[in-house]
C-alpha cells in the first residue's frame, strides 16, 4: 500500500453544522475515524495507516477549533501531505446562523469561542478564522435545511462505495419465548405457527440444525413453512432499504418458538440464507438451541 492508496478525509467546519454526523455515516462506509485530531498529528498518523498493509485504507479525521492553537497550522500541513504524495478531500459543513444559534440553544453547550456566553459573537469569530479553509473545500454542504438523516445520506453519496446491501448488518438470532425475547431486537417474528417437532418422541432431542427436522416441518404441511418463508423474505426485502435510507447501520431479527430449539432454529437459517442471497452481510446466532435441550417444550 503506497500514500496513493489512502483514502482521507478532512472534516471541518462550523460547531453545530453536523461535524459528528457526518463522521458517524463515513464510519458507516468503512472508513476509520478520529475526532478532534490535533492537525499536528496529521501526517504521522496516515503513514501508519499506510504502513498497517492495507489494514486500514479509508481515514476521515475531524479537525476543527476546539484544538485551539493546535488548529492554526491544518493548512500548512495539508500542504505537506500533498507534497508527500498524500491525496486527501476536505468536507466542510455549514449552516446559516439562526441554525447554529438554535442547535446551541436545544443542546445546551458553550460555543468554543463563546467564552463569555455570547454564540452569535462566537460564530462571527470561527466564520473568519475558517473562511480560507473553507475556500480550499473540495466539498462543501450546507445543513441548515438538512436532517441528520439527510445529512448521513449526502455525505454516503459523495463518499461510499458500499453497494446498497453492504451499508447494514444484520443479526438473525433464534430464541425461546419462555426464555425471554432478545432486548437488543429490532424485529420479532413469532413462528410458534409451525408445527411443533417436540411432540414427536424421535424428534424431540434434535436441534433445528438437524436434517430430519427440516424435513419434518417442510414435509408435514408442504405449503405453510414455505409460503411463509416466501413472504417474510419478500417482506424483508422491501423494508431493508428503508431502514438503510433511514441511517441504520444494523439491523437485530428475532425468531421465536416456545422453546428455540426446532422451529425457530430451523427458520432463522432460512431466513439467514434468503438475505445472504441478495448479498447482505448476516449472521445467525441459537440463543436457546442448546440450553433447551436440558427439558421443555421446543
Do not use: W
Not at 33 to 41: E, W
Amino acid at each position: 500500500m503506497t500514500t496513493e492508496d489512502l483514502q482521507l478525509v478532512i472534516i471541518t467546519g462550523m460547531s453545530g453544522a453536523g461535524r459528528t454526523v457526518a463522521m458517524q455515516s463515513l464510519e458507516d462506509q468503512g472508513y476509520f475515524t478520529v475526532d478532534n485530531l490535533p492537525p499536528a498529528l496529521i501526517e504521522k498518523f496516515a503513514e501508519l495507516c499506510v504502513q498497517s498493509g492495507g489494514a486500514i485504507s479509508k481515514i476521515a479525521l475531524v479537525c476543527d477549533l476546539r484544538g485551539g492553537e493546535f488548529f492554526a497550522p491544518l493548512l500548512q500541513i495539508l500542504r505537506r501531505l500533498k507534497e508527500i504524495g498524500f491525496k486527501y478531500e476536505i468536507l466542510f459543513l455549514e449552516a446559516a446562523d439562526e441554525t447554529l444559534v438554535r442547535r446551541y440553544k436545544e443542546s445546551r453547550r458553550r460555543h468554543p469561542l463563546s467564552a463569555q456566553g455570547q454564540i452569535t459573537e462566537g460564530i462571527a469569530r470561527e466564520r473568519a478564522l475558517l473562511a480560507e479553509l473553507r475556500g480550499q473545500a473540495h466539498k462543501i454542504i450546507d445543513t441548515t435545511s438538512l436532517s441528520s438523516r439527510q445529512l448521513r445520506e449526502q455525505v454516503a453519496e459523495a463518499y461510499g462505495q458500499q453497494k446498497i446491501s453492504e451499508r447494514i448488518r444484520i443479526s438473525v438470532i433464534s430464541f425461546g419465548f419462555k426464555y425471554g425475547i432478545p432486548m437488543d431486537a429490532d424485529l420479532m417474528m413469532d413462528v410458534r405457527f409451525l408445527p411443533n417437532p417436540y411432540y414427536i418422541s424421535e424428534l424431540r432431542g434434535l436441534t433445528g440444525e438437524d436434517p430430519k427436522i427440516r424435513e419434518f416441518l417442510f414435509y408435514t404441511d408442504k405449503e405453510l413453512l414455505q409460503n411463509f418463508l416466501t413472504s417474510y423474505g419478500e417482506l424483508l426485502k422491501y423494508i431493508l432499504p428503508k431502514y438503510i435510507e433511514e441511517g441504520k447501520a444494523h439491523l437485530v431479527i428475532g425468531i421465536g418458538c416456545t422453546g428455540g430449539q426446532h422451529r425457530s432454529v430451523l427458520v432463522a437459517k432460512e431466513i439467514g440464507s434468503i438475505l445472504k442471497a441478495d448479498n447482505y452481510q448476516v449472521s445467525i446466532k441459537h440463543r436457546d438451541m442448546q440450553r433447551n435441550l436440558q427439558g421443555g417444550v421446543g
